[in-house]
């Protein structure tokens, strides 16, 4: 089943000779339970791209469904319960609160649309991410990539029907990266989540179901590499 849809999506940025075309007429689709890493060089418009699909960023043109609805259709009260619920942001620098407690931290989404918290999904999520020790710790107290694991965490809480993650092991060492990936590769595969990863490290493409390459603002090349 087709979880994502986007078609002829295009991002300018700036005006005449500062006209920047960060995306060029870009159209694809993901289905439900995939994991696709979409690659590129610096510039080439990953991000972008990430930040559209999210909700975060409005294109200059084109359209991006998520199960069937038509994303930027929404008013911005619509649009920001639609990213709380229906979307999981994992960034390469953590965005934790640096006053809430790392089961806080994870809760942040349930709280803010005022609904109310599942303990089990949380107990679950806290296992999970081995955490279920460290749930009062602020972040500072927290290594980097504990502090991941957290964002990891709030990203899923919600149980989104897409996950997306923009150089989610930017900021850690080898070891760390690993155990990232793991996790969100379980969540990929325990809780049926469509997980979407910018990154610019080939051994974290090669892991996933299908690469997407852009440059310079299109799609240069999309390959199945396991089905």
């Given at each position: ?73 929404q ?9 709380r619920?229906q ?37 679950e ?17 927290l ?17 989104p ?67």
């Amino acid at each position: 089943m087709e979880i994502l849809k986007v078609e002829h999506l295009s991002k300018i940025y700036g005006s005449g000779n500062n006209m920047v075309r960060a995306l060029d007429d870009v159209s694809f689709s993901i289905e439900s339970g995939e994991f696709v890493a979409i690659i590129g060089p610096s510039g080439s418009g990953k991000s972008t791209m990430l930040h559209i699909l999210g909700g975060v960023d409005k294109p200059t043109s084109g359209k991006v469904f998520i199960e069937g609805k038509d994303v930027y259709a929404q008013n911005q009260e619509q649009l920001a319960i639609f990213r709380r619920r229906q979307v999981g942001l994992i960034y390469q620098f953590y965005n934790l609160i640096p006053v809430l407690d790392v089961e806080e931290n994870i809760l942040l989404p349930v709280l803010l649309d005022g609904r109310r918290v599942n303990t089990e999904r949380l107990n679950e999520l806290l296992t999970l991410l081995g955490l279920e020790h460290r749930r009062k710790h602020l972040p500072n107290q927290l290594s980097g990539g504990q502090q991941q694991r957290v964002s990891i965490g709030r990203a899923l809480i919600n149980a989104p029907a897409l996950v997306l993650a923009d150089e989610p092991t930017g900021n850690l060492d080898s070891k760390n990266s690993q155990e990232i990936l793991q996790l969100l590769r379980v969540s990929n595969r325990q809780y049926k989540q469509t997980l979407v990863v910018i990154t610019h490290d080939e051994s974290i493409a090669l892991q996933a179901d299908r690469i997407i390459s852009i440059e310079d603002g299109r799609i240069a090349k999309d390959e199945v590499i396991r089905s």
